[in-house]
């Protein structure tokens, strides 16, 4: 049954000694039961979208300010004052006079009580892969002008009466399969039931080889809402082209079509490797995917995916199940994951290809050393403090600062609750404290570096730390399984971690680690290892690089007596 949610939303401005404050009425009809969530209340001198859709990282931000809710009764008051932190201006008095659009929107949170016994209040994915401007049953108000003057008294209102609707699941199709487990591991430890999916794409002749096993290409990535760079069809000749901002492309939106459709005549063609490719959808209440490690703070993610979901994959589609015939690849979040599964699950997995891959060694945190900076956000001298870049372009110019990201974080949510990076990390990495939420490796206002956090980061997921310290023990299983690849001006700096990476790759012996380590010039975030074709054309063609070049691999490193010839027809 269709709900109506209407809310009136009152703002009061006051210009006092003190303060302005922003009063939010929240009317009996909206809910039965309590509200717990982040209010947010956006301004938006751009009229071309939503205030909800134009929080970003980069110089064409809008405003956003946000408010903690727990227990709010329907038909109370909410007070928005000096204590909202906001993005990009702190603070509701320093914003300049002027006409604005505004809106408010309510992050709804779930309560869990946790295997740790802990109790959270968190915002469980609801099928959006953690967008809080788009995630289904949030609040929001159509945007309104507002004439802001903060030298005078006035009232303004809203009403929040749209809700973001159920996000409908992708239908099966003869080569695309969709999978959905509750797993056992992440129920317990969430004490709700927790969910692991997969989209499934199966090979040329699947139906009509009914007796052969096939290996598993599993791509690792942020949450797939279908399985990506597929399609079936010639692109649409009434497509509208659009405009590529990041590689400045007019009908970028034509070139992915095609290369979708292109990927799709390959897969089906007679010289494909038969191979059953998969992606992994393991959004939680505090990112869109979970890293794929066993994390204190979102529990044990890497043995769910490792030993729930991907033997239920390979038990209904005729996987081979062992480990030498399992191998991962993905770019960005999913090139950590890949080296992550890889390290931690040696025997389960067969090649890793991390592609730009998130920071695998944390004395480059992207522009952070995390072992021997005092402060995130800026490097500090006796006379001045120089701000450290967190996003540029191939030519080195700078559009967002590190406090820039993790400002716009907290105003999006506290206790690591954005749903955004900076914060998954912390989550993912971080013990847990005594709230029940993640330590802060480092004050999310100020900076300041959590060195004894620090050390936990570093024994548990720096990656280069671990493969060097671990390596006696695990290297025979890792050796010609690893190979990086990144762009040498990665936008988020991603680069320098490989660097430290390889020079300890190249120091490893008994036995060497004969791995890959490879670096495009000037290429950005994010780069994998194709040197003949722009950037914008490679990184929509990770399962034809990276398939036919394990196929061709796995030869040197299957067991005796492997099955290498039935998948190959």
Not at 502 to 531: F, I, Q, T
Request: with cysteine; charged share 25%; glycine share 8%.
């Amino acid at each position: 049954m269709k709900r109506h949610f209407l809310v009136s939303v009152a703002l009061l401005l006051v210009n006092s000694l003190y303060a302005q404050i922003i009063e939010v009425v929240l009317p009996p009809e909206v809910s039965k039961t309590p509200l717990d969530g982040r209010l947010l209340i956006m301004l938006s001198k751009n009229p071309s979208a939503e205030p909800r859709f134009q929080i970003s990282d980069d110089q064409g931000t809008q405003q956003i300010f946000g408010i903690d809710v727990e227990g709010w009764k329907p038909g109370s008051t909410m007070r928005v004052g000096p204590e909202a932190f906001g993005y990009p201006v702190q603070t509701l008095s320093k914003i300049k006079s002027g006409r604005y659009r505004v809106q408010a929107l309510l992050h709804v949170y779930e309560t869990f009580k946790r295997k740790d016994g802990h109790v959270v209040k968190l915002p469980m994915d609801r099928g959006e892969g953690q967008h809080w401007n788009i995630a289904p049953g949030n609040l929001y108000s159509v945007p309104q002008r507002l004439d802001f003057r903060n030298d005078s008294l006035f009232r303004f209102s809203l009403r929040i009466d749209k809700v973001i609707p159920p996000i409908k699941d992708p239908e099966d199709t003869k080569y695309v399969k969709h999978i959905k487990i509750q797993s056992k591991l992440l129920t317990e430890f969430w004490g709700r039931p927790m969910y692991l999916g997969a989209h499934v794409l199966l090979p040329e002749g699947w139906d009509s080889h009914p007796n052969v096993k096939y290996p598993l290409a599993i791509y690792h990535g942020h949450f797939p809402s279908d399985f990506g760079g597929w399609r079936t069809e010639p692109p649409d000749p009434n497509l509208i082209p659009d405009t590529s901002k990041r590689f400045n492309l007019i009908g970028y939106n034509k070139i992915v079509q095609q290369e979708a459709y292109d990927f799709y005549k390959k897969w089906t063609g007679p010289d494909f490797p038969r191979v059953i490719a998969i992606e992994i959808q393991h959004a939680n209440p505090y990112y869109d995917d979970s890293y794929a490690v066993n994390s204190a703070n979102l529990g044990p993610y890497g043995d769910a995916i490792t030993y729930e979901l991907i033997p239920e994959i390979e038990k209904r589609f005729r996987g081979i199940g062992q480990g030498w015939a399992r191998f991962m690849y993905g770019g960005s979040t999913g090139g950590w994951e890949a080296l992550a599964a890889q390290v931690f699950y040696p025997d389960e997995y067969n090649g890793s290809y991390a592609a730009c891959p998130d920071p695998i060694d944390f004395h480059h945190y992207m522009t952070v050393d995390l072992y021997n900076d005092k402060n995130a956000y800026f490097r500090e001298g006796p006379f001045r403090n120089t701000m450290r870049p967190g996003h540029r372009n191939y030519l080195g110019h700078v559009d967002a600062m590190v406090r820039d990201m993790n400002h716009r974080e907290l105003a999006l949510g506290t206790k690591s609750r954005s749903g955004d990076q900076w914060d998954i990390w912390e989550a993912v990495y971080s013990p847990v404290g005594p709230d029940g939420y993640p330590v802060r490796v480092f004050d999310k206002k100020t900076g300041r570096i959590n060195k004894s956090v620090v050390e936990h980061w570093r024994e548990q997921y720096d990656l280069t730390h671990i493969i060097q310290r671990d390596w006696p023990k695990i290297g025979h299983k890792l050796t010609g399984k690893i190979h990086l690849y990144v762009g040498d001006m990665d936008n988020f700096y991603l680069n320098n971690a490989v660097y430290t990476a390889e020079d300890m790759l190249k120091r490893l012996s008994n036995p060497s680690c004969n791995c890959e380590v490879d670096y495009g010039d000037r290429a950005e975030h994010c780069w994998n290892g194709d040197h003949k074709n722009p950037n914008y054309i490679s990184r929509l063609r990770y399962h034809q690089m990276f398939i036919p070049k394990w196929t061709e691999e796995v030869k040197m490193r299957a067991p005796k007596g492997a099955d290498l010839t039935s998948w190959r027809y």
